[in-house]
């Protein structure tokens, strides 16, 4: 090829509108953080037909509800349901909030111990500790 021949474009004279075309502009909404978010898995093993009719029945089924967000995800094996987000104004009392707080720190002491032994030495010493904690706070 000669050093002053012109620039051939490949390109020229291809029409890419049939090959890509970018989707329309969509309405965004927001995400209501109040409102409890679910995961809908949805199996999606086996025809591709059946997998649709699944996601449409389900989303059908759960469409219906305005107090909850539901995102559905292809899944393999199972459907199932999930609550990943259990939603802002849910204001918890002071008593649940303490129960959590227990059971929290119940899973911690069994996730440290090694063997029965030293999970009833953990227990012993975690009861101790909280039985301190509760006869200081009633002193004050």
Not at 24 to 33: A, G, K, V, Y
Not at 56 to 80: G, Q, R, V
Request: with cysteine.
């Amino acid at each position: 090829m000669p050093i002053n021949s012109p620039k051939v474009d490949p390109f020229a004279g291809l029409d890419f509108s049939t090959v890509y075309s970018p989707p329309p502009p969509r309405t965004r909404i927001e995400l209501d953080l109040k409102n409890p978010i679910f995961v809908l898995y949805v199996d999606v093993t086996g025809s591709s037909q059946r997998a649709n009719e699944n996601i449409c029945e389900l989303h059908a089924m759960f469409d219906i509800y305005s107090n909850i967000t539901i995102w559905i995800l292809p899944h393999k094996d199972k459907t199932k349901i999930e609550c990943v987000y259990d939603g802002g104004s849910r204001v918890r009392n002071l008593e649940l909030n303490d129960l959590i707080k227990v059971i929290n720190s119940r899973v911690d002491v069994l996730s440290q111990s090694k063997n029965f032994e030293d999970f009833k030495i953990n227990i012993r010493d975690w009861r101790i500790d909280s039985l301190i904690k509760d006869n200081g706070a009633e002193e004050k």
